[in-house]
Nanobody, 118 residues
């Protein structure tokens, strides 16, 4: 069974930066994508960024140029570097790992709170 453990959330002032990490334990079949989602109060969960095994990335328009997703396949870890944070980035951020060909291979972390406020 795959488990995802996230870390790195917290409170930061507008314009600040945070780095989220998510490490997966257990065996993850390839190919897969490692993704970050977020959910703000009263809103639907949305995809923030995604990265494939080979390093191809995709970002929500709202975070392009500010957030960077990366992964270390040897460590089964995905990162989200968040710069120039805005109050609208406040949300619970969730790590997700998804097998491309097997819908059963869809795993979620417990979420980590990111709050951007002065």
């Amino acid at each position: 069974q795959v488990q995802l453990v996230e870390s790195g959330g917290g409170l930061v002032q507008p314009g600040g930066a945070l780095r989220l990490s998510c490490t997966a334990s257990g065996s993850i079949a390839s190919p897969n994508t490692m993704n970050w989602y977020r959910q703000a109060p009263g809103k639907q969960r949305e995809l923030v960024a995604a990265i494939t095994n080979s390093g191809l990335t995709n970002y929500a328009d709202s975070v392009k140029g500010r957030f960077t997703i990366s992964r270390d396949n040897a460590k089964n870890t995905v990162y989200l570097q968040m710069n120039s944070l805005k109050p609208v980035d406040t949300a619970v951020y969730y790590c997700n790992v998804r097998n491309v060909f097997d819908p059963r291979g869809d795993y979620w972390g417990q979420g980590t709170q990111v709050s951007v406020s002065s």
